[in-house]
């Protein structure tokens, strides 16, 4: 049964039902062994932050921010801080110190807490350039703290300081009178020029998103669900959330880079993630049989047909497969597809919510085909992540993003753009009126950006309509805001970002032919053609050396990764630009899709 408390005292709450049972499983930073976190351990954690909040004076609906990957302390933190109702600011740990420095001072944040040294080093560069920041506090133990630093202490050190207000309660005051019209959270998104901002987020849209998504994710306390992505990211945050209402075991993985490791040696049963992590596992499988024995790859194959037969021409109808076809399949599951799932971790499979970009039917057929649930679903910041998403006890549909989840209206535009008003839906960005009055209708729907239509009681998007991509990584990139920053280089002409639905940032860059020309004079390098000038190494290396330098400030999810350097212009014949030159990203990526794609070839 789920607890849905209000957040200040949820996890209070939980503690009381589940007690000595284990609530967390984590790694120390820089440790190698797996331990684990009551919930009485974790109540009592959670407690302790709110008490060192208050002793520094953190006012109700003041915004803390927190500046870290995914960490046991993460989770300390903004609980404890909505335990005194304060608001939290979650930044991606990639965040650049340019962004950093425009949201603290944006939402005039006091206090940041920092995960480990490269966090900490950002947000000390940008102290002396916000005006209200007081405090660093450090996660990581092993950070060094700068010298002359008297404003950054640790994070046990921290929690030193609410021994002061330890049995006073205070805090049991300040959960009294929240509301559920309190701010939890303030997800800063970027903008199309790049300006971020501030989606804010009520404790009554988390109740309402988390008593919706019960219905629809089927969750159970001896689940064990391990953090993909970034709790930063609106749909970790709330699937994590979900998930601790339930009673089920969050296993926090601290490295992102380590994730598949950690689904080996904790083997979870759910974990939300992106459509990119399931590429990877899709390119993964086919290499492996492409290398195996005739004898192997025959039989793999066979199994596929058998397991795309089973799981999607007869249960994803929602059809009960015949039995002649139930028991081939038993075979082939135990045959290959387990050895597939335990080679992933995944030997106690049970469903997997994925979402933040498109979702390949090729992948999304084969991950079915293998005896993994893999639950496509659709959300936005604004909405606190959910707005439809497959079930396990209904017919789905590969290519639809799911069925709607309950007491949302969704209503299409006359240009098909997908409309949105319920309880789980934002009230708006933080301090900007003018995106506020552009993001709703006059009816109080939110435009989403999305074109889409509903059909048998699943939503299905088309395309895009705002000028505003997302990586297959699902974070948001703004397009126009990179390419200004490369603009100004002398040797470039004309850019097109790509990265809609890309795993990273590359560019159709047009450089200034005579200028590049002359460099290849004074360097000594030959070329017969414009074409071959322009696909020469050296040219190449020169211009990516002098990108690197103009997106320094850009975090690392914005940087372009690779780019083509273009032999003719985009014209206004050819249709790629408009009579005042602003490019039309649609031409391009139709005119240069084959160049395009060869920037995406895995090497």
């Known amino acids: 049964m789920q607890i849905n408390s209000h957040l200040s005292v949820l996890i209070h709450d939980l503690a009381k039902k589940y007690g000595g049972r284990t609530a967390l499983e984590y790694k120390d930073y820089g440790g190698t062994q797996w331990k684990h976190v009551s919930w009485n351990e974790f109540s009592n954690q959670v407690t ?71 966090q900490y080093d950002k947000a000390r560069h940008v102290q002396n350039l916000c005006s209200s920041l007081l405090k660093i506090i450090i996660y990581d133990r092993s950070v060094t703290i700068a010298e002359h630093d008297p404003s950054s202490i640790y994070f046990d050190d921290f929690l030193k300081m609410g021994f002061s207000i330890t049995g006073s309660g205070e805090v049991e005051k300040r959960q009294q009178s929240a509301t559920w019209e309190d701010l939890a959270c303030i997800l800063y998104t970027s903008g199309t020029t790049g300006q971020p901002k501030g989606v804010m987020l009520s404790q009554g849209q988390f109740h309402a998103a988390l008593e ?70 899709y390119a993964g499988v086919i290499t492996t049989i492409d290398n195996a024995s005739p004898m192997k790859k025959k039989l793999f194959h066979r199994a596929l047909q058998v397991g795309r037969r089973h799981n999607i021409e007869y249960l994803s109808r929602g059809q009960r497969p015949p039995l002649s076809l139930r028991i081939e399949y038993e075979l082939m599951d135990k045959l290959v597809f387990r050895l597939v799932r335990k080679q992933l971790g995944l ?27 893999m639950m496509v679903g659709y959300g936005l910041t604004e909405s606190l992540a959910t707005v439809s998403a497959d079930r396990l006890d209904m017919p789905y549909t590969i290519g639809s993003i799911g069925r709607p989840i309950e007491n949302i209206d969704i209503q299409f535009s006359d240009e098909g ?97 005579t200028l590049l020309e002359e460099y290849a004079h004074d360097n000594n390098i030959a070329y017969a053609s414009r074409q071959e000038l ?11 050396d002098r990108i690197d330098t103009l997106q320094q400030t850009l ?16 014209t206004l014949d050819k249709g790629e630009i408009t009579n005042t030159l602003k490019i039309k990203r649609n031409v391009l990526m139709k005119h240069y899709a084959e160049i395009i794609e060869t920037m995406y070839e895995e090497k």
């Open 347 to 373: 030997e106690n499979a049970y469903f997997f919510p994925t979402a933040g970009s498109f979702v390949s039917p090729q992948v999304e057929e084969f991950i079915h085909s293998i005896g993994i649930f």
């Open 417 to 513: 753009e997908i409309l949105l008003k319920g309880p789980t839906i934002t009230q708006g960005y933080y301090n900007r009126p003018d995106l506020n009055e552009q993001a709703f209708t006059d009816d109080g729907y939110f435009r989403t950006g999305d074109v889409g239509y509903m059909k048998d009681g699943e939503l299905y998007i088309t395309e895009r309509i705002k000028d505003l991509f997302k990586t297959s990584n699902g974070k948001y990139i703004a397009p126009q805001m990179i390419e200004s920053k490369i603009l100004v280089d002398k040797y470039i002409e004309q850019i097109a970002v790509v990265a809609d639905q890309r795993k990273f940032v590359s560019a159709l860059i047009v450089p200034v032919y």
């Open 555 to 570: 975090a690392g999810y914005e940087q372009i990764k690779n780019f083509t350097l273009m032999p003719e212009p985009f």
């Open 212 to 281: 919706e998504n019960d219905k629809v994710l089927p969750l159970r306390e001896n689940d064990r669900a391990l953090n993909f992505l970034p709790f930063t990211h609106i749909f970790e945050k709330g699937w994590s959330i979900l998930c601790l209402t339930k009673g089920v075991t969050l296993i926090v993985n601290t490295d992102p880079r380590e994730v598949q490791k950690s689904m080996r040696e904790t083997h979870p049963t759910c974990m939300s993630a992106v459509p990119r992590f399931w590429e990877k596992v």
């Open 534 to 544: 322009c696909s020469n190494k050296k040219i190449k290396a020169m211009i990516a």
């Open 48 to 118: 302790r932050v709110s008490e060192a909040l208050l002793a520094l004076g953190v006012g109700v609906q003041e915004k803390i921010a927190v500046f870290s990957q995914n960490s046991i302390h993460y989770l300390f933190t903004d609980f404890g801080a909505w335990g005194v109702r304060a608001c939290t600011i979650p930044l991606y740990a990639t965040t650049s110190e340019e962004t950093m420095q425009y949201v603290i001072n944006e939402a005039k944040i006091r206090y940041i807490f920092c995960g480990e040294q490269e």
